[in-house]
């Protein structure tokens, strides 16, 4: 990858919308996963080196104690330590890679054996406990997936066999590639002496058919229109959203006097809490006043606060279409109440409690209601190829920060590639499938097989320019154009309408979720798992050391 491309991927890894691989992050969150499984599974090695390397490069034995001490049993299946060592490093490695940065704020010390940290004074758990633990339900629940599927007579379809199978293939160029002499050293580094590439094979297959079937079973799920309408009428405000206006004051911006301690402390009497959170309160009170009738005029109070002297960007936050259940929890249920009308606003006080158990004000919220949508309306289809502007050398690129913007220059070039390529699509055939294919070959964004398709993409979902090209109300299907974006110029081939409405699919995912964690919870709980001997596992991993 050249730096222009690493320079544009950091660049949308900060951004909150567009790029198909966040979409399908989104996705993926949203459904219910009761375990975690590196469903990629090598990529997950090959990660491993840059984001866990506490385990020793040169092993010592042969790993016959690893291979031959039963660890757990899981239903009829006896794991071994190297089996469930599988599961324990990629516990440890989804954790790391998902939390790194913030691991202390978890309690955890990288530079420290797990084993060594007490994660519960009173039971003397350690953070080894806690992942030996999690690795253990997740092989619970990778077990429990696998057998329903030989069971079903279900096979990992021949797309993902494929996949894993180039996966698996390459364990020996990586070897090669950090140094090791085979690719049984490469895993015995990542996953203990009892690692071997056979034995990681099986693994990788058994948590890729156990991905697999729970996919499989999620979108065999359908409901009827009765069980729609059912489900809708349990909370109807549920599937709304709401757009409103926020600004919140903090008690600190309140505070006069005070008592500051040789450590910097500053401790305030009650009659100099008391004043402050009167202030507070009243500052709150006058930003909803009956004068207060727009959200300017809303921001024009909030400017005019003596607490904001000098502030320039003292102002309300936007919020648009959010769910309810994003809502915060102060106002939730007065944002989402059904008697709500368009510039309604009110106040809400925020507490915190203290170690003797008392309550106290520590800042007040100012909530305008601006609206809600019922989200009875069609999505969109479209595909894309996306052009990124880039500078003409990776030098070049190295030079700029990343929120330094494109020269004129590089934007004009990046226009003149979008056109050649639209006139191309044009030239041809013309059709969806040929956009789909330039999409694959051409387009910035995506990993070249879904054609550049955004399915089911809602209002507010895309970048601006991008959003309102795809709902504007004349929009037909076969429409193309070029929009321009921060990201780049974007060739458009609108698709069409979705078959049913956002609500629709929204309570389509809850009965989905719902009934798919009922089913996995039943296979789940019908095998025991009984301990075993753990001696073998690598318990004493040092996260961080050489990282």
Not at 41 to 52: E, N
Not at 217 to 239: F, G, M, N, R
Not at 274 to 284: G, T
Not at 328 to 343: C, E, P, T
């Given at each position: 990858?050249?730096?222009?491309?690493?320079?544009?991927?950091?660049?949308?890894?900060?951004?909150?919308?567009?790029?198909?691989?966040?979409?399908?992050?989104?996705?993926?969150?949203?459904?219910?996963?009761?375990?975690?499984?590196?469903?990629?599974?090598?990529?997950?090695?090959?990660?491993?080196?840059?984001?866990?390397?506490?385990?020793?490069?040169?092993?010592?034995?042969?790993?016959y104690k690893e291979r031959h001490t039963v660890a757990v049993q899981i239903g009829d299946h006896k794991l071994s330590n190297a089996e469930l060592n599988y599961f324990f490093i990629d516990a440890v490695n989804t954790f790391y890679s998902n939390y790194g940065s913030y691991a202390s704020?978890?309690?955890?010390?990288?530079?420290?054996?797990?084993?060594?940290?007490?994660?519960?004074?009173?039971?003397?758990?350690?953070?080894?406990?806690?992942?030996?633990?999690?690795?253990?339900?997740?092989?619970?629940?990778?077990?429990?997936?696998?057998?329903?599927?030989?069971?079903?007579?279900?096979?990992?379809?021949?797309?993902?066999?494929?996949?894993?199978?180039?996966?698996?293939?390459?364990?020996?160029?990586?070897?090669?590639l950090y140094g090791y002499q085979s690719g049984n050293a490469y895993l015995k580094a990542m996953y203990g002496a009892g690692a071997t590439k056979e034995g990681f094979r099986e693994y990788s297959t058994r948590s890729s058919l156990a991905d697999?079937?729970?996919?499989?079973?999620?979108?065999?799920?359908?409901?009827?229109?009765?069980?729609?309408?059912?489900?809708?009428?349990?909370?109807?405000?549920?599937?709304n959203s709401y757009s409103y206006h926020s600004y919140y004051m903090d008690i600190s911006k309140f505070r006069i006097g005070g008592t500051t301690d040789a450590d910097g402390n500053t401790t305030y009497t009650d009659e100099e809490t008391?004043?402050?959170?009167?202030?507070?309160?009243?500052?709150?009170k006058s930003l909803v006043s009956d004068d207060i009738t727009t959200t300017e005029e809303l921001d024009a109070a909030i400017a005019a606060l003596s607490i904001n002297e000098g502030e320039e960007s003292a102002?309300?936050?936007?919020?648009?279409?959010?769910?309810?259940?994003?809502?915060?929890?102060?106002?939730?249920?007065?944002?989402?109440?059904?008697?709500?009308?368009?510039?309604?606003?009110?106040v809400f006080e925020s507490t915190t409690t203290?170690?003797?158990?008392?309550?106290?004000?520590?800042?007040c919220y100012v909530v305008y209601f601006d609206g809600s949508s019922d989200n009875e309306f069609k999505m969109v289809n479209v595909r894309h190829i996306l052009v990124k502007p880039e500078h003409p050398t990776d030098e070049a690129e190295d030079?700029?920060?990343?929120?330094?913007?494109?020269?004129?220059?590089?934007?004009?070039?990046?226009?003149?590639?979008?056109?050649?390529?639209?006139?191309?699509?044009?030239?041809?055939?013309?059709?969806?499938d040929s956009f789909a294919e330039l999409a694959n070959e051409k387009s910035d964004d995506g990993d070249g097989t879904t054609g550049g398709l955004y399915e089911n993409v809602i209002p507010g979902q895309m970048v601006q320019a991008f959003n309102d090209w795809c709902f504007d109300s004349s929009r037909k299907s076969g429409d193309t154009g070029i929009v321009k974006t921060?990201?780049?110029?974007?060739?458009?081939?609108f698709v069409g309408l979705s078959d049913i409405t956002y609500r629709t699919s929204l309570i389509q995912n809850d009965l989905r979720t719902a009934d798919v964690a009922a089913w996995q919870e039943e296979l789940v709980n019908a095998l025991t798992i009984t301990d075993g001997d753990t001696s073998y596992i690598k318990t004493d991993l040092v996260i961080g050391s050489n990282s």
């Open positions: 990858m050249s730096a222009s491309s690493k320079k544009q991927l950091r660049k949308e890894q900060g951004a909150e919308k567009l790029t198909q691989k966040q979409i399908a992050a989104q996705k993926e969150a949203s459904t219910t996963r009761l375990y975690t499984v590196a469903f990629v599974v090598v990529l997950v090695v090959l990660l491993a080196i840059a984001i866990f390397v506490g385990v020793n490069q040169t092993i010592k034995n042969s790993g704020m978890f309690g955890l010390d990288t530079s420290k054996p797990l084993d060594q940290q007490v994660t519960d004074e009173d039971s003397g758990t350690t953070w080894a406990d806690d992942f030996l633990e999690s690795a253990k339900e997740t092989a619970r629940n990778v077990y429990a997936m696998s057998d329903a599927a030989e069971a079903a007579g279900f096979t990992l379809p021949e797309d993902k066999a494929a996949e894993l199978e180039q996966n698996l293939n390459s364990i020996d160029t990586y070897a090669t697999a079937y729970y996919a499989s079973y999620s979108d065999s799920l359908t409901y009827t229109d009765e069980q729609i309408a059912e489900k809708d009428a349990e909370d109807p405000k549920v599937y008391a004043a402050a959170e009167a202030a507070l309160r009243a500052a709150a102002a309300s936050t936007a919020s648009t279409n959010i769910r309810y259940s994003s809502l915060n929890s102060l106002y939730q249920d007065w944002v989402s109440d059904s008697s709500r009308k368009a510039g309604d606003k009110q203290g170690d003797d158990g008392t309550e106290s004000l520590s800042g030079a700029h920060s990343d929120d330094e913007t494109y020269s004129a220059e590089e934007w004009d070039a990046a226009k003149a590639t979008a056109e050649e390529i639209y006139d191309e699509w044009k030239a041809g055939e013309a059709t969806e921060e990201y780049g110029y974007h060739i458009l081939y």
